[in-house]
């Protein structure tokens, strides 16, 4: 049994523990305090705002020991705002967060709430039927390092990146029915 956590401090916490409820041999669980952190297999820090999450990261002495977990190793998964906190560089914002993933991202890249938008790609990677991919205030990533694999692009734009241990999406696979993209991150445990 893979145990995932997801960060549950702030964000589209109880729709990624309801999808993982639904993949078989995963035991989902909220993570708030650093005691937790030695107990979970993986972990997915989910959309929000990503401000927020970084604060309460912080707030919650949680920063360095997920580091410490990510940079060992542990698999970790961001959406949307996840994406941000994993991000090393952030394009349009000083703030800085867990800096583990070697990719600079454009916080709200896509625009405002009225720019949020869905689609349908074919990623055979990740799945064999198309997915479905809800964009809300996206982020998107403008640069990777050479140990970055880019997984899929929208407009052009890096939507999904994957390096070692880490997976990075622009968009929320919890708001939609489809499963790929948790099962793909129960894969990499």
Same mark, same amino acid.
């Given at each position: 049994m ?13 729709? $990624?523990?309801?999808?993982? !409820?639904? @993949?078989?041999n ?24 990503s ?37 090393k560089?952030?394009? *349009?914002?000083?703030?800085?967060h867990l800096?583990?993933?070697? @990719? *600079?991202v ?8 009225? *720019? ?11 799945? !064999? ?9 996206a ?13 899929l ?18 968009? $929320? ?8 993209? $948790?099962?793909?991150f129960?894969?990499? @445990?």
């Amino acid at each position: 049994m893979k145990k995932i956590g997801v960060l549950g401090l702030q964000g589209a916490i109880s729709e $990624h523990l309801d999808k993982l !409820s639904k @993949i078989p041999n995963v035991e989902p669980f909220s993570l708030k305090y650093k005691e937790e952190i030695d107990t979970i297999d993986g972990l997915i820090i989910p959309g929000g705002e990503s401000t927020a999450i970084g604060r309460l990261l912080s707030d919650f002495n949680l920063t360095e020991p997920l580091k410490t977990r990510v940079n060992a190793g542990m698999p970790v998964w961001g959406t949307c705002a996840g994406m941000i906190i994993l991000a090393k560089t952030i394009t *349009n914002d000083r703030r800085r967060h867990l800096e583990v993933m070697d @990719i *600079n991202v454009m916080r709200n890249g896509y625009g405002r709430q009225l *720019n949020s938008f869905t689609t349908e790609v074919s990623l055979a990677k990740v799945s !064999s039927d198309k997915i479905p991919l809800v964009f809300i205030r996206a982020p998107y990533v403008v640069e990777v390092a050479p140990n970055v694999e880019v997984l899929l692009r929208v407009d052009e734009n890096i939507v999904a990146c994957r390096q070692d241990n880490m997976l990075a999406t622009s968009f $929320h696979p919890e708001l939609t029915e489809d499963l790929s993209f $948790h099962r793909y991150f129960a894969e990499m @445990i």
